[in-house]
């Protein structure tokens, strides 16, 4: 069913033609939609192991405490790191704005908010690679876990100097902390817990789409042979200036589309916010999608290591050490309850599991829902605080 919606989407998603105009905030920085909220926030820079430039985004202290003591200074505070999705990046935790993003929320309950940025997005650069040089893209969430991460974990704790924070990931965030913890298991030792929102490691239910993209389709070989290196935003933003109808979710292909991928929502969907939020995706590299690809096609949490169709070698999930939360979407069609299920087991026998859960009351909530629900606030990120405090106060 959702891969026949998806098959009829790519057919026919050609003849729909209506020019959309987006709001300013589609195209301004994460650090000036901030800045426009008058929360404090500042820039870090982290160069990774392997020459990787990226920048995070800091808000340490909630508009209460800003306003009041002008003291942006957030030493010994809590702290969290927070991790974007696949074509993601820092701007997904602030895009619904204060009150309704996590960044805001767990600012104002005084958390000292960091917001990561992996390799690919729009706030990397490389010491000697730049964008156009094919090895700029040769990179997975594997690179992210065992670069990315660390390298940004250590820049949390060297400017708090704290001896450790909180994680918190969405999606790929999450494969990105399981991947981390299988390659440098010491940085069990600089976290204090993991909240995983729509944990990826086990992604067997998305064969058949794989199986189309990569195997019949054999799209990444062919988009390469283009002289294609990366998936960029460029093509879903043409989309959307002429093709998707987003404001009419019911007879949009787009929408069917995603929903396809995601699962249905419509009464979470914000038609004022879906077209921004979808306009500031970022580039993905095709390794990033054969490695999924492969996680998919195999139904193992595996390595890269010989390409796509190479020997399964499993991540090490043993080696996580701290506590883990799941939470899930029960209408979630890429992160599926089985698989996500199957993970939670691993970790109750490794003596890791905190929770493993729906992340909310609403049956409908699917994989975007996390981030850009219309009731985000009150429905998900409010609870997810006080969760997150709770997790914070067991275990710091
Ligand atoms: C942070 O890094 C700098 C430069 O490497 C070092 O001199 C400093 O001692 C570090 N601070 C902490 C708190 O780790
Ligand atoms: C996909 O394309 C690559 C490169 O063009 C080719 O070597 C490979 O055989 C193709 N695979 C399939 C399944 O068609
Ligand atoms: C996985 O990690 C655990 C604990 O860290 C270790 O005991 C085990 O030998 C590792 N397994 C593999 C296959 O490396």
């Not at 192991?49 to 995070?56: E, F, N, V």
């Amino acid at each position: 069913m959702g891969l026949l919606k998806v098959l009829c989407c790519l057919l026919l998603v050609s003849v729909y033609c209506e020019a959309e105009v987006l709001r300013k905030e589609a195209y301004m920085t994460v650090p000036n939609l901030i800045k426009a909220t008058g929360y404090p926030i500042e820039k870090h820079r982290v160069t990774t192991a392997d020459g990787y430039i990226l920048q995070m985004h800091r808000i340490p202290a909630g508009i209460r405490s800003a306003r009041r003591t002008g003291d942006l200074v957030a030493k010994g505070k809590r702290a969290i790191l927070v991790v974007h999705g696949l074509m993601g990046s820092s701007g997904d935790f602030v895009i619904m704005g204060p009150g309704r993003s996590l960044t805001y929320l767990l600012a104002d309950a005084g958390y000292d908010v960091w917001l990561a940025n992996l390799r690919g997005n729009m706030y990397t650069s490389h010491v000697s690679l730049n964008r156009n040089d094919k090895k700029f893209w040769e990179y997975s969430f594997h690179e992210h876990g065992k670069y990315d991460l660390p390298a940004m974990i250590d820049k949390v704790l060297n400017v708090t100097g704290l001896d450790k924070i909180m994680y918190l990931g969405h999606s790929m965030g999450t494969t990105t902390f399981f991947t981390m913890m299988s390659q440098r298991p010491e940085y069990n030792e600089k976290l204090i817990a993991s909240v995983a929102l729509a944990p990826s490691a086990y992604l067997k239910n998305v064969k058949p789409i794989a199986n189309l993209f990569l195997n019949v389709l054999n799209l990444t070989n062919v988009l390469k042979g283009q002289g294609m290196m990366s998936l960029q935003p460029v093509l879903m933003q043409s989309m959307l200036a002429n093709v998707c109808n987003l404001k009419q979710p019911e007879r949009d292909l787009c929408t069917t589309f995603i929903f396809a991928l995601v699962g249905e929502d419509y009464e979470q969907y914000d038609m004022d916010m879906a077209p921004i939020y979808l306009y500031r995706i970022q580039p993905a590299s095709w390794r990033q999608l054969e490695h999924y690809g492969k996680l998919a096609l195999t139904g193992e949490f595996t390595t890269f290591s010989g390409g796509l169709y190479g020997p399964i070698k499993p991540y090490n999930i043993s080696n996580v050490k701290i506590p883990v939360s799941l939470l899930y979407g029960e209408n979630d069609q890429l992160t599926v309850k089985p698989q996500i299920m199957r993970l939670a087991d691993e970790l109750k026998a490794n003596g890791v599991l905190e929770e493993v859960r729906p992340a909310c009351s609403w049956p409908k909530f699917n994989h975007l829902d996390f981030v850009f629900a219309k009731d985000v606030g009150t429905l998900f990120n409010q609870p997810l605080v006080k969760n997150i405090d709770r997790i914070y106060n067991k275990y710091a």
